[in-house]
């Protein structure tokens, strides 16, 4: 039986949604097609149906993902947007959590492509952290870039070296919650 052009875009979106969530718990180089594919619950052979080639699932899962964090931090206001993202359940949550995090040291390795995708990834997250934080208004346009940049970059870097403890460790805790009050003052309102 044909598939629809309609079913060929939904079984694609489904394989990058798959792959976002699997490549964000398993490291890039931790998921085969075949395994992918097999969870998205597809043939291997399908795969080339969709892709040129993993490099660009890899992309395209990452831009997902991107989009995923940024649409979560819509409508949030910047102290809660640092609290749920540097709480033990983001860290805990690879799979489901920022892809900047989780892959951030992956995409370093890998071409351009994917790289330029996180490139886009950081500008449209530290669009929505611009958005989140009111204190910005009125500040001039290159100071609000450069502080959701900083907000961003720490918030990252706190949830990657939290990861990297082990599990039941008391620095993991503390990373995250260091991190946290240092972005927000005692108010719960992000500091300028």
């Known amino acids: 039986m044909k598939v629809t052009k309609a079913q060929a875009q939904a079984n694609r979106t489904h394989i990058v949604e798959t792959a976002s969530t699997l490549f964000r718990e398993k490291g890039f180089d931790g998921v085969g097609v075949a395994d992918l594919m097999a969870a998205a619950g597809f043939t291997?052979?399908?795969?080339?149906?969709h892709f040129g080639s993993k490099v660009d699932l890899m992309a395209e899962s990452a831009a997902c993902g991107t989009l995923q964090t940024a649409a979560l931090?819509?409508?949030?206001?910047?102290?809660?947007?640092?609290?749920?993202?540097l709480s033990r359940e983001h860290r805990d949550a690879r799979a489901a959590g920022c892809t900047m995090a989780a892959l951030g040291g992956d995409a370093a390795r890998q071409p351009t492509v994917v790289r330029a995708t996180f490139a886009?990834?950081?500008e449209r997250?530290?669009?929505a952290l611009s958005a989140a934080?009111?204190?910005?208004?009125?500040?001039?346009?290159?100071?609000?870039?450069?502080?959701?940049?900083?907000?961003?970059?720490?918030?990252?870097?706190?949830?990657?070296?939290?990861?990297?403890?082990?599990?039941?460790?008391?620095?993991?805790?503390?990373?995250l919650a260091?991190?946290?009050n240092e972005l927000c003052s005692p108010d719960g309102q992000a500091q300028r």
């Open 44 to 49: 291997h052979g399908g795969f080339y149906k």
């Open 73 to 85: 931090l819509a409508d949030v206001d910047i102290a809660e947007v640092v609290r749920l993202y």
């Open 120 to 122: 886009e990834g950081i």
């Open 125 to 127: 997250l530290s669009a």
């Open 133 to 175: 934080d009111t204190s910005m208004n009125g500040m001039d346009a290159e100071r609000a870039r450069a502080r959701s940049l900083v907000i961003l970059a720490q918030m990252v870097g706190a949830i990657i070296m939290s990861r990297a403890c082990p599990d039941d460790s008391s620095l993991a805790d503390e990373i």
């Open 178 to 180: 260091s991190c946290r």
